[in-house]
């Protein structure tokens, strides 16, 4: 689906919920700034089957290990959210990334708290990825790096979350016209059409 078509689905939802049934406000209010930011957010809470292209491999990434049997690795251009990363030698992948505010984060730089084969931990760190632990001596080469990337709202971008990108640059349209009741009502379908992803 291309750019404009969903521009004109975006309109449609907002006919539907406006009280005047006008695309007046789509017309007179630039959608393209919303957009891109709905989408954004669409693909940072969507489930990972519904992702489609949004999702890279960035397994080939330069591996840079520290003695401490730490590494960091280079994050994929676009970077939202973690899908999946495991090092070789892990017993199993990770998929949930942790903030450099995190406590979670602070508990790395204990050799006893810290995770490792069993437990492993990354921490997002800016545009690389930090990832505790391996043994000391082990090789660091990667097994599985994949992430949620920000991809242009057009051809590319997952059919499966045309709708609810719709409803939410809708709501946001809506917001800023103040037309609250009808943003309301665009929020509350763009939560039923995430619900059924």
Same mark, same amino acid.
């Given at each position: 689906?291309?750019?404009?078509?969903?521009?004109?689905?975006?309109?449609?939802?907002?006919?539907?919920?406006?009280?005047?049934? %006008?695309? %007046?406000?789509?017309? %007179?209010?630039?959608?393209?700034? =919303?957009?891109?930011?709905?989408?954004?957010?669409?693909?940072?809470?969507?489930?990972?089957?519904?992702?489609?292209?949004?999702?890279?491999? =960035?397994?080939?990434?330069?591996?840079?290990?520290?003695?401490?049997?730490?590494?960091?690795?280079?994050?994929?251009?676009?970077?939202?959210?973690?899908?999946?990363?495991?090092?070789?030698?892990?017993?199993?992948?990770?998929?949930?990334?942790?903030?450099?505010?995190?406590?979670?984060?602070?508990?790395? =730089?204990?050799?006893?708290?810290?995770?490792?084969?069993?437990?492993?931990?990354?921490?997002?760190?800016?545009?690389?990825?930090?990832? =505790?632990?391996?043994?000391?001596?082990?090789?660091?080469?990667?097994?599985?790096?994949?992430?949620?990337?920000?991809?242009?709202?057009?051809?590319?971008?997952?059919?499966?979350?045309? %709708?609810?990108?719709?409803?939410?640059?809708?709501?946001?349209?809506?917001?800023?016209?103040?037309?609250?009741?009808?943003?309301?009502?665009?929020?509350?379908?763009?939560?039923?059409?995430?619900?059924?992803?």
């Amino acid at each position: 689906m291309t750019r404009e078509e969903i521009k004109a689905r975006v309109l449609q939802c907002v006919d539907e919920v406006s009280p005047d049934g %006008s695309t %007046s406000y789509g017309l %007179s209010h630039p959608i393209d700034r =919303f957009l891109d930011e709905a989408a954004g957010q669409v693909l940072r809470l969507a489930p990972v089957h519904a992702l489609g292209d949004a999702v890279a491999d =960035f397994s080939s990434s330069p591996v840079m290990p520290m003695d401490d049997g730490s590494g960091v690795v280079e994050l994929p251009d676009g970077f939202l959210r973690l899908k999946a990363f495991r090092m070789k030698g892990w017993k199993r992948p990770v998929t949930v990334a942790y903030s450099v505010g995190s406590p979670v984060y602070m508990r790395q =730089f204990n050799e006893c708290a810290r995770g490792g084969c069993a437990k492993p931990v990354v921490v997002i760190d800016g545009d690389t990825l930090c990832y =505790f632990s391996l043994p000391e001596g082990a090789a660091h080469e990667i097994d599985t790096a994949e992430a949620v990337v920000d991809i242009p709202v057009g051809e590319r971008f997952p059919e499966r979350l045309v %709708s609810p990108l719709a409803w939410l640059t809708a709501c946001k349209v809506l917001t800023v016209m103040n037309e609250n009741e009808a943003a309301s009502d665009a929020r509350a379908m763009y939560q039923e059409q995430m619900n059924l992803l």
